[in-house]
């Protein structure tokens, strides 16, 4: 849902509501049908005790709403290097510091994800930007997160650093330092 902030279910569901939610702001719910109650209670479970509700159906209860639904552009590793060479986008790598130091892609910006919404002054307008996290879960996030700041030109990179390493794209690392 456009102006949405996309926190999966799946992977770290309360760390993550926890770090970005607001609770002076009403949330609702868009999850699989059957795990808006799971949803729900997690959220209860981490002192978000008022939940405005739930899209009954998910997202699919907008499929015939184009002008609701945004999205974000995924690419794999393959093609996003292809953009590194060409278009010169700024790859945002929304890890911890201590991963980006250990291994990263270059050129990249480290602002890690829990620090994003404070440090989003930093991020250019005025270029592409890739997005980058280990797996894909944290970066999926972080777009939602500048979709809503208006950011318009985003690639998430499917599947992240993993996705990165298992192509054989290059890495810098602390050790070449």
């Known amino acids: 849902l456009a102006g949405s902030i ?66 974000t552009r995924r690419v794999s590793a393959e093609e996003a290097a292809a953009m590194l060479a060409d278009a010169h986008p700024l790859v945002l ?22 620090h994003l919404v404070e440090r989003v002054s930093e991020v250019p307008r005025d270029r592409p930007l890739v997005l980058l996290c280990a797996g894909g879960y944290r ?3 972080a777009a939602s997160l500048l979709e809503q ?4 030109d985003l690639v998430d990179i499917a599947g992240g650093m993993a996705a990165w390493e298992a192509a054989g794209m290059p890495l810098d690392s602390a050790q070449h330092q």
């Open 6 to 71: 996309n926190v999966g279910i799946q992977g770290k569901y309360a760390t993550w509501c926890g770090s970005i939610l607001s609770h002076d702001e009403p949330i609702v719910v868009i999850a699989e049908p059957g795990s808006e109650e799971e949803g729900v209670m997690r959220l209860g479970r981490i002192g978000f005790d008022v939940v405005a509700g739930y899209l009954d159906g998910g997202i699919n209860a907008l499929e015939n709403r184009d002008d609701l639904i945004q999205q």
């Open 93 to 114: 790598d929304v890890r911890t510091p201590g991963e980006w130091n250990a291994q990263r892609i270059e050129p990249s910006v480290n602002i890690p994800l829990n």
């Open 139 to 141: 970066s999926s996030i």
């Open 149 to 152: 700041r208006n950011f318009t």
